[in-house]
Nanobody, 125 residues
Framework: QVQLVESGGGLVQAGDSLRLSCSAS????????MGWFRQAPGKEREFVAS????????YYGDSVKGRFTISRDNAKNTVYLQMNSLKPEDTAVYYC??????????????????WGRGTQVTVSS
């Protein structure tokens, strides 16, 4: 498994932007598809975005399409989530995840076997 550490969360106002980062340990990071998920209080964890190991394929949850962008820098062992036009409903703990096996459902939580501890994003109205 790979060790993941998220950063970049914080308190912002509606309409603002934030960029989350997820740093990974291990030289095999570049082989792993990566994903971002989020969990709001009282709700189930929700798929946000994912990216293939080379970065050529990206997927987004319906609620963030057109506002969020996932990217990766394999030389830095880091995946990013650029979040624009933030809304109060984006408030959640955001988790980074890695997939070390098959990746047939990029949006499915069960496809990922390594997880970070999360970073809090709070969007005020």
């Amino acid at each position: 498994q790979v060790q993941l550490v998220e950063s970049g969360g914080g308190l912002v106002q509606a309409g603002d932007s934030l960029r989350l980062s997820c740093s990974a340990s291990g030289h095999t990071f570049r082989k792993y598809p990566m994903g971002w998920f989020r969990q709001a209080p009282g709700k189930e964890r929700e798929f946000v975005a994912s990216i293939s190991w080379q970065g050529g394929s990206t997927y987004y949850g319906d609620s963030v399409k057109g506002r969020f962008t996932i990217s990766r820098d394999n030389a830095k062992n880091t995946v990013y989530l650029q979040m624009n036009s933030l809304k109060p409903e984006d408030t959640a703990v955001y988790y980074c995840a890695a997939n070390s096996a098959s990746w047939s459902r990029p949006y499915a939580e069960s496809e990922y076997d390594s997880w970070g501890r999360g970073t809090q994003v709070t969007v005020s109205s």
